[in-house]
Structure formats: C-alpha cells, structure tokens
C-alpha cells in the first residue's frame, strides 16, 4: 500500500500534533466554581501562552501537509 504523503511530512504532522496538544494541556487548570473564585483563571499561561502555542501547531500542521519537496 502506498501512502501518498512522504516520511518528511508524516513526521511534521506527528510534531504538529504534540504542539497543539502541548498548547491545549498548557491551557488546562482548576476552574472557577460559584462557591469559591479562583483567580488562576486569568493566567498568562491559559489565556495567552496556551493558545498561542496550539496556533502555531495548527499552523505548522497547514505546512506540513502542503510541503512539497523541490524537484
């Protein structure tokens, strides 16, 4: 069986992967309940940091599909 993307782009995928996984874990945290205000809500780390870093995995999993090897 032939598999249309090269080894190059399959592991571009695979790191992309990480990325955004690694963005969306940086973006997890305890939330705010009605009984008790938890100000971690607002960190930097979720609300900047966390997104930024799953954007450029998602922009990076664009790159690494439509790479193309120069002929």
Do not use: D
């Not at 955004?20 to 705010?32: A, D, Y």
């Not at 900047?48 to 120069?70: N, Q, R, S, Y």
């Amino acid at each position: 069986m032939k598999y249309n993307l090269p080894k190059r782009n399959s592991i571009l995928i695979a790191i992309s992967f990480v990325v955004i996984v690694l963005g969306f874990v940086l973006m997890i945290g305890e939330p705010s309940g009605t009984a008790e205000y938890n100000p971690e809500i607002f960190s930097v780390r979720r609300i900047t940091v966390g997104p930024m870093v799953a954007l450029a995995g998602f922009v990076m999993m664009i790159v690494a599909i439509l790479w193309k090897k120069k002929q």
